[in-house]
């Protein structure tokens, strides 16, 4: 992307200085300006009685100074003691102030304060609050005071400033045909001029909670500019060129001859939609979703076996090596039989192994690259790419997705004669996406969705154990592991320090493999290089070891049939979607299972919540739609998709119907009015890059 511009009018009076701030914040000329929205208001349009104030809510108050002293508490400070009309006492606090600032606090100076309280060693007081001196007779605010979204060293008084000018002279024209805009909405300039400078008739809340009018045609402005560009974006997909995976279908018979299980509906559905893709001459872009054990693995199988079968060469990666491994094995104990070469490619992969790999790749030689991150790396090229599969999509960037796709564009094949744009992608997640979310940022997306697990297993029984009985616990283990049992012990998540945690682990190791002196306690955590990783993980799967402790490593996706206990301590650390995770690991076979979840007291409200939906539910989609609910879409999407500019303004989950209208809406433009729908989507995406799609 070539470095943006800034463009101000001279009217703005933007310094350097200024425009180097506004930059920082993505905003480019007049009309981003203005598009600048706060975040929140403060009321400044009334006073509060000081005996009305709340410890952490904002406020405003008009005080009398009864005296200032300045304290030593570590370091200086300027401590002003005041009182209201009531005699209700509010202290002042200043660390840092100037000599000329005393005067203002002289005794029985009348002052108004705004800013938020918070309990101190006198009662109330409020940390540099802004304050003015005033008389009896001073008015207060006639609107709402914005607050600005901001950077370092642009106050909000600059802020007010910049607006002051900003709506007194910069346009903001309509775009948009009228008929997709709602009647009892205002047009965007006097949208926007409400909501910096709200008149006072306005009613707060409706501001607050975003549900005024103005704040409609806002967000569904935004709204549309992001379904505009995931259009274009799908369509722009669509246009793409994809070789077609036509083939016979004899490979695809012996594959699914040899498969010790038969097919559950959801499989064969899911397949069939996968089949219909890859036979046309676009890129299949489709996510397969399913629960934890819901057998994606084998519908990738079959999606390589299609495109071996058409001549080409399938990658799959996985987001960690004992991922990637376990999906290496497992393809490979499918495909080795029936003559298929699959290789495996990591970065602990020795170099004299990989320049083999890259070899035989390039030759033509491997048919399926099974790996992680290492399969995106500039030294490999396929000779000729055909389909590209990605599990646990969620966990990999835009760009990583992106890098593996463009192994089509490098491989031999391409180089020859450049005949196509894209492989095939088939993305894999077990964390199923929220339908706002399906609507908006993976609307490009197509989704094939296994709701049936695989038949007999039992479902796993959830138990929530105080860790004050942990020893129960650990007597109970050892039980199950004189049955012949094997069991995972999840240690505690210590976010503060990966230090920490590896500690724990390690002694959590030696304490269990104490009080298990007959059981081979194995032991996984990050730190351990990849090669004695696998080697713990193949001693489990063999069953020579009963107990495996791990910090959070033990991976997604990791298949374990004998394994029918998981225990995890201080569950109530976790969020919802990485307990359901971990509790997938078990009931993977037919052996009843059990999910400890050790907890410590006391629980907040929020872990509270998580530990009982964990208990009351193992329906992936009921758990990820409470997830969403706690946490927030924003988060949901994570930080991993940084770079994907966020809505600012619409909100995900309220939203919903506005949502549904700009996707009409930008349906209708794309159609009708081309132009339109450039100018709209220039106006609110300009220089910052464009929602990229997931
Ligand atoms: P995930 O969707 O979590 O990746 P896997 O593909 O690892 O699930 O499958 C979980 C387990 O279920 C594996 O042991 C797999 O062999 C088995 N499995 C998959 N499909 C079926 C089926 N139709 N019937 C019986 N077992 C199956
Ligand atoms: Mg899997």
Redesign the pocket.
């Known amino acids: 992307m070539t470095q943006p511009v800034t463009s101000f009018s001279k009217a703005l009076k933007i310094t350097p200085k200024l425009g180097e701030k506004l930059e920082k914040l993505g905003l480019y000329d007049d009309q981003d300006i203005l598009l600048h929205i706060p975040l929140r208001y403060e009321d400044e349009t009334r006073i509060t009685p000081v005996a009305d104030v709340r410890a952490g809510v904002f406020a405003q108050v008009q005080v009398r100074v009864v005296e200032h002293t300045v304290q030593f508490r570590g370091r200086r400070q300027l401590v002003v003691t005041t009182v209201d009309d009531a005699d209700d006492i509010l202290v002042l606090r200043f660390m840092n102030f100037y000599g000329t600032q005393l005067a203002a606090f002289r005794p029985n100076a009348l002052i108004r304060v705004q800013g938020e309280a918070r309990h101190g060693h006198q009662g109330l007081e409020m940390v540099h609050p802004r304050y003015q001196a005033v008389s009896d007779a001073t008015p207060v605010s006639e609107h709402l005071t914005p607050v600005y979204p901001t950077t370092e060293g642009l106050s909000q008084g600059a802020w007010r400033k910049l607006m002051a000018r900003a709506l007194a002279c910069v346009a903001l024209p309509e775009v948009l045909p009228r008929q997709i805009i709602e009647p009892s909405w205002p047009s965007l300039f006097d949208a926007v001029q409400l909501l910096h400078a709200p008149p006072p008739e306005v009613n707060p809340s409706a501001l607050t909670e975003r549900d005024h009018p103005a704040w409609a045609r806002i967000k569904f402005e935004e709204l549309l500019a992001q379904q505009l560009s995931l259009t274009k974006a799908k369509l722009k997909r669509r246009a793409e060129r994809a070789p077609v995976l036509e083939a016979g279908t004899d490979l695809l018979a012996q594959f699914t001859a040899q498969l010790p299980?038969?097919?559950?509906g959801a499989?064969s559905r899911a397949w069939q939609q996968i089949l219909a893709d890859t036979r046309r001459t676009n890129p299949m872009h489709r996510l397969l979703q399913?629960d934890?054990?819901?057998?994606?693995?084998?519908i990738a199988a079959l999606a390589c076996a299609q495109c071996v079968a058409a001549g080409k060469q399938a990658a799959v990666m996985a987001p960690t090596e004992i991922l990637a491994e376990q999906l290496f094995e497992k393809l490979n104990g499918w495909f080795a039989p029936l003559g298929i070469h699959v290789a495996w490619l990591a970065s602990s992969v020795k170099k004299s192994a990989k320049t083999q790999v890259y070899a035989a790749l390039t030759a033509g030689e491997v048919q399926i690259l099974v790996g992680t991150h290492a399969l995106i790396q500039d030294a490999v090229q396929f000779y000729d790419l055909g389909l590209a599969v990605i599990d646990e999509q969620h966990r990999f960037g835009v760009a990583q997705r992106l890098a593996l796709r463009h192994k089509m564009q490098t491989s031999v094949q391409a180089q020859i004669a450049p005949q196509f744009d894209a492989p095939h992608q088939l993305m894999m997640s077990?964390t199923p996406i929220p339908r706002t979310l399906a609507l908006s940022y993976f609307a490009d997306l197509d989704v094939a969705v296994?709701d049936e697990l695989?038949?007999?297993r039992t479902p796993i029984v959830t138990k929530l154990i105080d860790m004050q009985r942990r020893a129960d616990v650990v007597d109970k283990i050892a039980q199950q592991v004189a049955k012949g049992e094997q069991a995972y012990w999840v240690c505690p998540l210590i976010e503060e320090s990966e230090t920490l945690e590896l500690q724990t682990a390690i002694d959590t190791h030696q304490a269990l493999q104490t009080a298990l002196p007959h059981v081979n306690v194995g032991l996984v955590h990050g730190k351990l290089n990849p090669a004695d990783k696998r080697a713990v993980m193949a001693q489990f799967v063999a069953g020579e070891v009963q107990v495996l402790v791990a910090t959070t490593v033990i991976e997604v996706?990791v298949?374990v049939?004998n394994a029918s206990w998981m225990v995890i301590e201080h569950a109530e650390r976790f969020g919802l979607s990485q307990l359901h995770q971990l509790r997938?690991r078990v009931g993977?076979g037919a052996l009843h299972s059990t999910c400890v979840l050790l907890f410590d007291k006391p629980l907040s409200a929020t872990a509270k919540a998580r530990l009982k939906i964990m208990y009351e539910s193992t329906d992936g989609f009921a758990i990820a739609r409470e997830d969403l609910r706690l946490r927030g879409p924003g988060e949901f999407l994570g930080a991993r998709q940084s770079g994907l500019p966020l809505l600012r303004f619409a909100d995900l989950e309220k939203d919903l119907a506005l949502l549904e209208l700009a996707r009409d809406a930008a349906a209708w433009l794309l159609k009708h009015d081309e132009a339109a729908a450039q100018a709209h989507l220039q106006r609110w995406l300009g220089q910052r890059g464009h929602f990229l799609s997931a």
Do not use: Y
Request: charged share 15%.
């Open positions: 299980f038969k097919m559950t499989q399913g934890v054990g819901s057998g994606k693995t084998v077990a296994l695989p038949p007999g996706g298949d049939p997938g993977r």
